[in-house]
């Protein structure tokens, strides 16, 4: 297998990565035109000292590669720090690797210090969107009952107006990913 800094110098630009997507385009670049990054210094500093790069793993149609990604792309932008995507689908060898509760969950974040090394992991949500979605699937009828493919479509189309519009979200996001590579960062 490739090794994650192998798999970063091939990957996709971020910013070409967002001008491809096919699917959630529309909603990902009004998260994106939407979310300033907090004034935050010491974060900010922090990644333009140790410019780490980031190699996201990711999917176009995932509602929270739509709003993470969005997030994400603005951090990097301010701390000037290198992101590229590669597709989960056609990695799979990479996303087995970085498994979540055995699933293959995206998006993901790997941090890469200038060894190529990961020194920190993120994704595939901030702990306040988790909470949401579980509460919000806890409502779903079982999965036998003939109302539950309607139940989770609607649900689906209110998760991406939420994703697209709550702000609190967004910043639950940013913190999130600020907590833990500030963390990683920091040792």
């Not at 997507?21 to 935050?40: C, G, L, R, W």
């Not at 720090?81 to 699933?103: F, K, P, Q, S, W």
Request: aromatic residues 12%; contains cysteine; proline residues 4%.
């Amino acid at each position: 297998m490739p090794t994650e800094q192998q798999y970063f110098e091939e990957a996709k630009l971020f910013t070409q990565y967002m001008d491809d997507m096919t699917t959630k385009k529309d909603e990902s670049f009004s998260i994106y035109n939407q979310f300033e990054v907090p004034a935050d210094d010491e974060f900010i500093t922090v990644l333009k000292e140790q410019a780490p790069h980031i190699l996201v793993i990711t999917e176009d149609w995932c509602g929270d590669a739509m709003m993470n990604n969005a997030i994400l792309r603005k951090i990097a932008e301010a701390a000037d720090l290198e992101m590229r995507a590669v597709y989960r689908d056609e990695n799979l060898e990479l996303i087995d690797e970085y498994l979540t509760n055995g699933g293959r969950s995206i998006p993901i974040y790997l941090l890469l210090n200038k060894d190529g090394e990961v020194i920190a992991k993120w994704g595939p949500r901030a702990e306040k969107v988790q909470q949401y979605v579980m509460e919000s699937r806890a409502k779903f009828p079982p999965k036998e009952d003939p109302t539950f493919e309607e139940v989770q479509k609607a649900f689906f189309e209110q998760m991406t107006k939420e994703f697209t519009d709550n702000k609190e979200f967004h910043l639950s996001v940013y913190e999130d990913i600020r907590s833990n590579w500030l963390q990683a960062l920091q040792k």
